[in-house]
């Protein structure tokens, strides 16, 4: 976590990433996460869901 705050800080230094945009994703990605811990899913809608998320990754 230290490592990737003091690289964080660096890029916005260098006007590579806004601050905004970090903000964004930071609320996005905790809310999400709460998200996906709330859902109880099947054994089968997990693969079902990670298959299809790494063929696209694939693709990508």
């Known amino acids: 976590m230290f490592v990737g705050t003091i690289g964080t800080l ?3 230094k260098n ?3 806004k601050l905004k ?3 964004a ?4 990605s905790i809310s ?3 998200l996906g811990a709330v859902i ?3 054994q089968t809608t997990f ?4 298959v299809g998320a790494l ?5 990508s």
């Open 47 to 50: 693969f079902l869901i990670l």
């Open 32 to 34: 999400l996460a709460y």
């Open 21 to 23: 945009l970090i903000c």
């Open 15 to 17: 006007d590579v990433l």
């Open 40 to 42: 109880k899913l099947s």
């Open 25 to 28: 994703f930071f609320v996005l």
């Open 55 to 59: 063929v696209m990754a694939g693709f």
């Open 10 to 12: 660096v890029f916005i």
